[in-house]
């Protein structure tokens, strides 16, 4: 058994993030949270586009398809399909998974591979210095929305939740045991399960401060019911203050990659299985 | 006539009219009878209406090549001749509907009358085959048993009065037969039933299954989509994962994760969609994850003709992504072809790394023609993925630059993979002269070892020629049938089936020759291009066709002759 002193996922690498950056938050979080599950490390691999976040899982020591800016969540379907037993864990910013990647992020969350999806949400460009991303507030001056943001902000929950997404929920940084937990729940969820953090970005945004989170979140109340969908999309539109927690979640849904004829029974991966020469010929044979 | 050995018969309707259901069975029950059968089709980019036609030439040898002239016009609604225009030669033999003979010469048919006498004016299509059957001679039972199959799973009523309607048509063609003296010297060949009878798109589809593909993606687009559904149908049968995507771009990346985590999967689109997955293919060449592309191209720019045939996209796979890396481009000729090369795309992707691209047009894939079988083992799967362990190098540095690929969920080593330079391990640099650089003499050193697995052109006429033809995929079939027709001493075709990287023979040919002739069915000679740039040889001459059909024997007889 790993000791949690030496957590195995950690490669101690330098980081490429600005001194004080929520990123740091998260990856510590998410070490711990990776250690604490007890992963095979050998079953699990990290899928990002780019971006500042998306750098996150180059400092783990884990595999990992670190590809195009916006197209984390296709790879990480594919990497599914091609070997159902691995644990896939997409981690990226809002910029990355809510602008480029929005028409994959739709169709992901109808398709429900088993994924898990991170997004540091730091409601800003950080890598490209500090334009609006799809979740910037409506109003805010940037250095390329210099009359404020007038483009209607992105409801990552609401809009998850619309689609029927089998896990959504919402944590921020500055509560580390609730986003530990759910982070676990996430991961363990069979589907694909939404997890958008609240993060800081210290050098771009100076609205949503770590300390503007906490005075703008809180927990999701102990009556909430998580299968009550409507309830979840009410819960979802609430921004005064910002829900913290699951708000919704769908068992039993059917994920993508069950869904594939050759998985029902079997999850034996792709590179496990090979067409013989008989099947083949029973195919060609009807074209004679 | 046309020929001596054969025939060209001319399917001509509306969408949705009937055309396809008699093409599929006139090929069948030809290819029973011992006939070699090509064919290939032409159709307007909609569901229903417009005029579809289909060129089914039925002969005595193997041929797999467009012609223009016409023996027999099977014509289900007016408009036909008048669009055919100078196809319809004094030669031509037409049937049809009194009303839809533009009000030209023709048989006039009551292929409505006799079906409605059945039961339904929609038995007019059996009417009609039937009376292609018996103008041809083929067989009355055998007619009989292809359509009894054809209709297997419909509803004994309807199987029956279309079996009538069909008999009730071959009647008619045999008396038609026997009045106008009609003898196209069709003789059966034995060797046809070891022959196998499919299209460019079912050889692809089988071709990738023989090479490992168990995984396809893709968003539908003319005419690429037939290898995802032919695909898809197989996936009843064989462990294949299938899946629609989003948009194209959702395509690319999801067959390299595919390809990322062990599988063996191939992306099939057109010209437009493929423009959309550039930046994917720049992502294959960075992180040397291997992809299989299926390029079926279409007349461009943008939309163009949705459902004709063009070579314009050579340059388009040639140089898509940005960036600098290797890649392989191969552009099957024939339907055998399409068999091979998808089956052998996989192994040269698995091997070097690399995206292997299968250029193929609408003309090739919606052909259909009698060819070898491929077979009694038809699977060749060379898997080289590796067992990883710790300290495991994605990227590890060696002479040829291949580095061994290992994939998650196998061994202990971390596979990382990144679309930023990267070292050995996979980790983003910023190193320039100590990493990037050889990082990117890497993944171009490949490049020498993919030139020695090209394939080698292929010389037919006069070994001793002056002047020589070059072409490359589909263009194959109707050059080598127009020089045979020609037969002019002197004078050869050299057939490019690989066209990147080129085989360093090429240019001992080009050398050889007085006068090269380039034939591409686009409007700028792309390859004519490549060719020089890539040989220093001049190629002045280039006989080029865009307008959205493909090249026939004929016209090529008559402008090639012409340049001689």
Redesign the interface.
């Known amino acids: 058994m790993k000791e949690q002193t030496a957590n195995e996922f950690d490669n101690r690498?330098e980081m490429?993030w600005c001194p004080g950056c929520g990123n740091y938050a998260i990856r510590n979080l998410m070490l711990q949270v990776l250690g604490e599950m007890r992963l095979e490390?050998?079953?699990?691999?990290f899928?990002s586009g780019?971006g500042q976040a998306a750098?996150a899982p180059?400092y783990y020591?884990?595999?990992?398809?670190?590809?195009?800016h916006g197209?984390a969540?296709?790879?990480?379907?594919?990497?599914?399909?091609?070997?159902p037993?691995?644990t896939v864990v997409v981690e990226s910013g809002d910029g990355d998974m809510y602008g480029e990647g929005g028409?994959?992020f739709?169709?992901a969350i109808r398709?429900n591979p088993d994924l898990t999806v991170i997004v540091h949400n730091n409601m800003v460009y950080g890598l490209t210095k500090g334009q609006a991303s799809p979740t910037t507030p409506l109003g805010t001056v940037t250095p390329a929305q210099v009359h404020g943001v007038a483009a209607a902000p992105l409801n990552p929950l609401a809009l998850a939740i619309s689609l029927d997404a089998s896990f959504v929920a919402r944590v921020s940084v500055h509560r580390p045991e609730v986003m530990k937990a759910i982070v676990r729940q996430a991961i363990e969820h069979r589907g694909f399960s939404l997890v958008d953090v609240f993060q800081s970005c210290v050098t771009f945004n100076k609205v949503n401060t770590l300390r503007w989170f906490t005075d703008n979140t809180s927990e999701v109340p102990p009556g909430h019911d998580p299968s009550d969908r409507q309830a979840a999309f009410a819960m979802a539109l609430r921004e005064d203050p910002w829900p913290i927690g699951v708000l919704y979640r769908h068992h039993g849904r059917q994920t993508?990659e069950k869904g594939?004829?050759?998985y029902h029974a079997d999850d034996t991966?792709?590179?496990r299985?090979?067409?013989?020469?008989a099947?083949?010929?029973?195919?060609?044979g009807r074209?004679? | 006539m046309n020929n001596q050995r054969g025939c060209t018969v001319v399917l001509g309707g509306e969408a949705g009219q009937g055309v396809q259901y008699i093409e599929s069975v006139l090929v069948r029950v030809a290819k029973e009878s011992g006939f070699h059968v090509f064919a290939d089709k032409e159709y307007m980019s909609r569901i229903r209406g417009g005029i579809n036609t289909t060129v089914i030439r039925i002969h005595s040898e193997r041929l797999q090549a467009h012609v223009e002239g016409i023996d027999v016009l099977v014509v289900l609604n007016r408009g036909v001749v008048s669009r055919l225009g100078g196809r319809v030669g004094t030669g031509t033999l037409i049937i049809g509907e009194e009303s839809s003979l533009d009000g030209g010469e023709g048989v006039a048919v009551p292929f409505a009358a006799i079906a409605l006498e059945i039961g339904r004016k929609i038995y007019a299509n059996s009417v009609a085959l039937g009376t292609v059957c018996g103008l041809l001679g083929i067989d009355r039972d055998r007619m009989a048993d292809q359509v009894g199959r054809q209709l297997s799973g419909k509803d004994d009523e309807v199987v029956r009065a279309n079996l009538l309607a069909a008999t009730r048509g071959y009647d008619l063609g045999v008396d038609l037969r026997r009045d106008k003296g009609i003898d196209f010297g069709l003789k059966p060949a034995a060797d046809v039933a070891e022959h196998l009878l499919l299209s460019g798109t079912e050889a692809l589809a089988l071709g990738a299954l023989a090479g490992g593909c168990n995984a396809v993606f893709a968003y539908p687009m003319t005419p690429g989509t037939g290898v995802f559904t032919q695909l898809a149908q197989f996936s009843r049968e064989v462990d294949l994962v299938v899946e629609q995507v989003e948009d194209e771009i959702g395509v690319i990346n999801m067959a390299l994760g595919a390809w990322y985590a062990g599988g063996r999967a191939l992306v099939t689109t057109s010209g437009g969609g493929f423009a959309l997955m550039t930046e994917g293919v720049s992502l294959a060449g960075m992180i040397e994850t291997p992809v299989v592309i299926h390029l079926g191209q279409r007349p461009g720019p943008a939309t163009g003709l949705p459902t004709r045939t063009e070579q314009g996209d050579l340059n388009l796979a040639l140089y898509a992504g940005h960036g600098e890396f290797p890649r392989i481009i191969l552009a099957p000729g024939t339907i055998e072809q399409c068999f091979s090369f998808a089956r052998k795309a996989f192994n040269l992707a698995d091997a070097f790394q690399v995206p292997v691209f299968l250029l193929t047009d609408q003309y090739l894939v919606d052909s259909i023609a009698t060819i070898p079988d491929f077979g009694g083992n038809p699977v060749e799967i060379d898997q080289r993925v590796v067992e990883t362990g710790e300290g495991y190098r994605r990227y590890r540095l060696t002479a040829d630059g291949i580095s061994p690929r290992g994939i998650p969920g196998y061994g202990s080593g971390s596979v990382c993979v990144d679309s930023d330079e990267h070292d050995e391990w996979g980790r983003i640099t910023e190193d320039l002269d100590g990493v990037r650089v050889p990082m990117a003499d890497k993944r171009l050193r490949k490049l020498d070892g993919l030139r020695r697995e090209v394939l080698d052109p292929e010389l037919t006429g006069d070994p001793d020629y002056s002047t020589l033809i070059v072409g490359w995929g589909s263009t194959c079939g109707v050059i080598r049938e127009a020089l045979a027709a020609l037969a002019v001493p002197g004078l050869a075709f050299l057939f490019c089936p690989q066209v990147w990287p080129l085989p360093e023979t090429v240019a001992g040919h080009l050398a050889r020759a007085r006068r090269i002739i380039a034939v591409e069915n686009n409007q700028a000679g792309q390859f004519a291009d490549l060719l020089q740039r890539e040989t220093g040889a001049w190629i002045a001459t280039r006989i080029l066709k865009y307008n959205g059909m493909p090249f026939a024997v004929e016209e090529l007889v008559a402008r090639i002759g012409g340049e001689l």
């Open positions: 690498p490429a490390r050998e079953n699990l691999v899928v780019i750098k180059q020591n884990v595999s990992y398809f670190n590809g195009l197209r969540l296709p790879a990480a379907t594919g990497i599914k399909a091609a070997n037993r691995l028409n994959h739709l169709h398709r993508f594939q004829k050759m991966p792709l590179f299985r090979r067409i013989d020469d099947a083949m010929r029973t195919l060609i074209y004679r």
